[in-house]
Each structure stands twice: as structure tokens, then as C-alpha cells.
Nanobody, 115 residues
């Protein structure tokens, strides 16, 4: 059974940085794409960044140049390095494994950007 466990969220001041981690169980990690989504209060969940099994990356325009997604297949972990954080980045961040139809989601980690 596949499980995804996020960590690294917290409270940070505007302009600060955080690194989120998502550890996956199961041997299929290496062959599937991974992505990070976020959901702010009262808003729909949105795709933030994605990384293919081969390492190709893509980003939402709102985070391009500030966030970096990466993966370590040996550790079965995907990361989201978030720099120059803004109050509008405040949300619960979720990692997701596989195609958009996949039901593999983590439980979410809260990121709050506030002074």
C-alpha cells in the first residue's frame, strides 16, 4: 500500500524560506511523477509544481522562479524548496503521486506566511 507523508511546514515571515518533504512508501515511486498542490482557505486546490520520473519539472506561474521541486529516488522523497515566500503562499500543501487520476495523496502540511 502506498503512503505519502509530508513534513516541513510551519510559520515563516514574508521573504523567508521553507523546504517541504514528502516521503513515499512502495516500490513504484521511481516510475511515477510527483507533484505538489496547495489549497488556501475558501479556494480550490491548485497545482504548484510537478516532476516527472525522469526529472523534468514544471511550475505554476505564481511560484516560478521562487519554488524548486526535486526528487531523490533512493530515498523515495520529493522536495519543494520555497524561497521569497509571500502571504499569498499561505495554504495547506499536499503531495501527490502518479497521474492526475491517481488517488495517492498525502495528508497535507500547513504553510503560513505572516509577519
Amino acid at each position: 500500500q502506498v503512503q505519502l507523508v509530508e513534513s516541513g511546514g510551519g510559520l515563516v515571515q514574508p521573504g523567508g524560506s521553507l523546504r517541504l518533504s514528502c516521503a513515499a512508501s512502495g516500490s513504484i515511486f521511481n516510475i511515477l511523477s510527483m507533484d505538489w498542490h496547495r489549497q488556501a482557505p475558501g479556494k480550490q486546490r491548485e497545482l504548484v509544481a510537478a516532476i516527472s520520473s525522469g526529472g523534468a519539472t514544471s511550475y505554476a506561474n505564481s511560484v516560478k522562479g521562487r519554488f524548486t521541486i526535486s526528487r531523490d529516488n533512493n530515498k523515495r522523497t520529493v522536495y519543494l524548496q520555497m524561497n521569497s515566500l509571500k502571504p499569498e503562499d499561505t495554504a495547506v500543501y499536499y503531495c501527490h503521486m502518479g497521474p492526475s487520476s491517481s488517488a495517492y495523496w498525502g495528508q497535507g502540511t500547513q504553510v503560513t506566511v505572516s509577519s
